[in-house]
T-cell receptor
């Protein structure tokens, strides 16, 4: 079966712009989580969505937001981009919420570069 | 709050030698523990996880890890390294809270180098 699909794979944006990243989970999976990966801070949890509702949120400013659609596809948006937002953004798909119960499958990520 | 410490940002071993990647965690409640591997330009792949039960956990590609509560550790081992094991390895922890587990908290990662 198809894996987690993130689009686009690479993105270059200018400071102050906004960006939207997309994640299509594995068919049948209803939970989607987002993570930011940077060399300095490592992997950090952004938020998790299940049944179109945000269940958990990490410690990120309000410029970072997301949503989930009825088909479980998810988007995350970053407004007023800063240089520090340059990162690899990873999406994880799970059958249900709860990392203990079901495996999280990660996409290949979207590499965002802010110039 | 939970946290994960991975000792050694880079570990180099010879092909065929023992691989040992160290992970210590901090958690106020019994944690769920994971090891993930990341190859260049790829997402993360789950190697193994500990939730409850047997403290020695076997994963894919010959890796295993042992949960030691007294030492708050979850070190990853493989008896014999292979060139294909060269990658970035992440230890992670999550806790069950309220209606479900929190997101994963990752360590900084350990880059495993395999010498021929």
């Amino acid at each position: 079966k198809a894996g987690v699909t993130q689009t686009p794979r690479y993105l270059i944006k200018t400071r102050g712009q906004q960006v939207t990243l997309s994640c299509s989970p594995i068919s049948g999976h209803r939970s989607v989580s987002w993570y930011q990966q940077t060399p300095g801070q490592g992997l950090q949890f952004l938020f998790e969505y299940f049944s179109e509702t945000q269940r958990n949120k990490g410690n990120f400013p309000g410029r970072f937001s997301g949503r989930q659609f009825s088909n479980s596809r998810s988007e995350m948006n970053v407004s007023t981009l800063e240089l520090g937002d340059s990162a690899l953004y990873l999406c994880a798909s799970q059958l249900w919420p709860g990392t203990a119960n079901t495996e999280a499958f990660f996409g290949q990520g979207t590499r965002l570069t802010v110039v | 709050a939970q946290s994960v410490t991975q000792l050694g940002s880079h570990v180099s071993v010879s092909e065929g030698a023992l691989v040992l990647l160290r992970c210590n965690y901090s958690s106020s409640v019994p944690p769920y523990l994971f090891w993930y591997v990341q190859y260049p330009n790829q997402g993360l792949q789950l190697l193994l996880k500990y939730t409850t039960g047997a403290t020695l956990v076997k994963g894919i590609n010959g890796f295993e890890a042992e949960f030691k509560k007294s030492e708050t550790s979850f070190h990853l081992t493989k008896p014999s390294a292979h060139m294909s094991d060269a990658a970035e390895y992440f230890c992670a922890v999550s806790m069950y809270s309220g209606g479900g587990a929190d997101g994963l908290t990752f360590g900084k990662g350990t880059h495993l180098i395999i010498q021929p």
